[in-house]
């Protein structure tokens, strides 16, 4: 999953001027009431909208369905319940991952007295992507709904025995992108290495304080906060002693057959 150097060097030239990494803290206070959507790195990735919904209950959200794009949800706090098209009510909590069907509406419901926040990834689809979508009927027969906890582990060269890596999103799912998580604890690093065939966003979970650097920058990523690792930038991660690492990576591919790497 990964090329270039991974000693924790750039792998290139030294630059100028580092680009500083875009980052956005995620602000999780809820709403007075009902549903609030608010932008997060808007328009760091062509082709994504990547939004916070907070919802305090009793409310609903409600999203019709849409052939222009592919909806992924990354719970971040509270509890609610997903329903649509008639498939019954599967149930949404922290750290939970979330797919509805292509073509399929979305209903969140939310109890009184409770705080939801979720992230919504929507990606924009080519016809290339609505065709490979028709080529797996079975992962639209019904929602993806997981907990990261349950989703399988993997392992990779970059990164420590130690550290625990799960993919949340199995390839075929939603063309083009992939989700997973990577956790483990200080001192430790996730070697540099750099991905010429997408973007990528990293958002911390809790208890996430680590170091990102990509090309020369740094950045401090905290719980709840989200960054953009452009298009082949060499970047890794550190975590210093009695720190923790942990947060999701969203992998962007501009190509289908980049996802054979």
Known sequence: ????????????????????????????????????????LAGEI????????????????SSAATPDEDVVWLVLAGQATLRTNGNGSYALSEETVARV??????HIDVSA?????AVRLSHALTEGDREEIAKHPENNAAPYVKKFSDCPPYREAIKSPKTTSRALLPENIVPRMAIGTVE???????GAHRHPMLEQLFLGLKGNDISVTADGATANLTTFSMLHIPLGSYHGAQVTEGKSLYYVWMDFFSAKEGQDW
């Open 113 to 117: 007295g409770v705080a939801f926040h």
């Open 46 to 61: 062509k082709e994504l909208r990547v939004e916070l919904v907070s919802i305090s209950g009793p409310a609903t959200y």
């Open 1 to 40: 999953r990964s090329t270039g150097p991974t000693d924790g060097t750039t792998g290139g030239a030294a630059m100028d001027e580092a680009r500083a990494i875009p980052i956005e803290k995620l602000d999780l206070t809820a709403p007075s009431a009902g549903v609030r959507v608010r932008s997060v």
């Open 101 to 106: 069907p292509f073509l399929w509406p979305t």
């Open 184 to 190: 483990t604890t200080g001192p430790d690093v996730v």
